[in-house]
């Protein structure tokens, strides 16, 4: 899918698809290295490129379950300060930023742009880039 993606966007070129050692994806055009990120949730999928080389990218989405037990995860995600946050949403920022930033402390993870992404109504999802 990455390099379906990868051809869409540089239409002509060669495009190829690697891991890193650290197991992020990347696609490769004419010998330039660009961030790409993956994510799943029951049967969406979603896949993003960075356009800029060096540039940093995540995504995330998440099937919004009704059997989850979100009170439990929004205290532990929130160091136990819901607030009404949603925690699918919250959630959803939270793993696109460490995608795009590789950083689990959220204060770190401040240097990555977040923004909501409209999905199906059953889903979440988030993209960051640095």
Not at 8 to 28: F, K, L, M, Q, Y
Not at 104 to 125: C, K
Request: charged residues 25%; aromatic residues 8%; proline residues 3%.
């Amino acid at each position: 899918m990455l390099g379906d993606l990868g051809r869409r966007i540089w239409v002509g070129v060669d495009i190829e698809t690697v891991r890193e050692a650290s197991g992020r994806p990347v696609v490769v055009c004419n010998g330039v290295r660009y961030c790409a990120s993956i994510s799943h949730s029951r049967d969406l999928v979603a896949v993003a490129i960075s356009t800029r080389p060096g540039g940093m990218i995540g995504i995330d989405i998440e099937y919004r379950d009704p059997n989850r037990d979100i009170d439990a995860l929004s205290r532990w995600l929130f160091d136990g300060d819901a607030n009404g946050r949603d925690f699918y949403q919250g959630w959803c920022n939270y793993e696109a930023a460490f995608k795009a930033t590789g950083q689990t402390d959220p204060v770190a993870q401040s240097q990555a742009e977040v923004i909501a992404i409209a999905t199906m109504d059953e889903f979440s999802g988030s993209l960051a880039r640095v």
